[in-house]
């Protein structure tokens, strides 16, 4: 039987990291989606889930390089700061998924594509470094943030993405998300998963 479980434990601390870097807190004075959501505007986790993964995968595809991969696992909910749930209730979670790939040759024209594509979302994009290994960042559209990395570590590309903060407690949902899996289903985002058995007792 698949130890999921066991699996998406290997990958916490990097599904953590991700969130920090593109999570629930507000940055600076900039609005972002879980600012602008009422109780009776926001998504459900689960669809939040589905934006991110579609948004990833589609994303990707404006792009001319192959071997995509889920380098941080599947699609992982986190639990939302009380200050970026704005009235959404205590138990608050957003989904965040990532896939990478060996780095393209034109960094400089993927990441205009990325933008453009962003863009076409309606999404709010700015680019640092657009001469030399660009990084692409939005807000808003399908999703809360997401990022375009051209030089991620070893020599990839990253693209990543967060939902807004969504009513739910993160660790049911994951919970019920490993539960699903180890019933032999297919997750959006789980693509690519390496499913790993659980070693003889």
Same mark, same amino acid.
Not at 55 to 79: I, K, S
């Given at each position: ?15 953590? /990291? ?29 669809? #939040? ?13 404006? &792009?001319?390089?192959?071997? $995509? $991969?889920? *380098?941080?696992?599947?699609? $992982? =909910? +986190? ?7 704005? #009235? /959404? ?13 060996? +780095? ?6 993927? =990441? ?5 594509? $962003?863009? !076409? /979302? ?18 808003? #559209? ?17 693209? !990543? =993405? ?10 049911? &949902?994951?919970?019920?998300? !490993?539960?699903? *899996? ?6 959006? #985002?789980?693509?690519?998963?390496? &499913? +790993? ?5």
């Amino acid at each position: 039987m698949p130890a999921f479980r066991t699996y998406m434990r290997m990958f916490t601390a990097a599904a953590v /990291l991700l969130v920090g870097m593109t999570g629930c807190a507000e940055k600076g004075s900039n609005t972002t989606m879980s600012e602008k959501n009422t109780p009776e505007e926001a998504i459900s986790a689960r669809e #939040g889930r589905d934006r991110v993964v579609e948004l990833v995968f589609n994303t990707a595809e404006q &792009l001319d390089v192959t071997g $995509w $991969w889920p *380098r941080n696992g599947a699609a $992982w =909910a +986190q639990e939302c700061t009380p200050e970026s749930s704005h #009235g /959404l209730g205590d138990a608050t979670s957003a989904y965040s998924y990532d896939r990478w790939a060996p +780095q393209g040759t034109d960094h400089i024209e993927d =990441a205009k594509r990325v933008s453009e594509y $962003w863009e !076409s /979302l309606g999404m709010t994009v700015r680019t640092i470094n657009p001469t030399k290994d660009p990084v692409v960042f939005a807000e808003g #559209g399908p999703v809360l943030r997401a990022e375009f990395d051209t030089d991620a570590p070893e020599q990839s590309y990253s693209i !990543s =993405a967060i939902a807004p903060c969504s009513p739910g407690d993160a660790y049911t &949902l994951n919970e019920e998300d !490993s539960a699903e *899996r180890d019933q032999g289903k297919v997750l959006p #985002g789980d693509e690519g998963l390496v &499913l +790993q058995e659980e070693p003889p007792q």
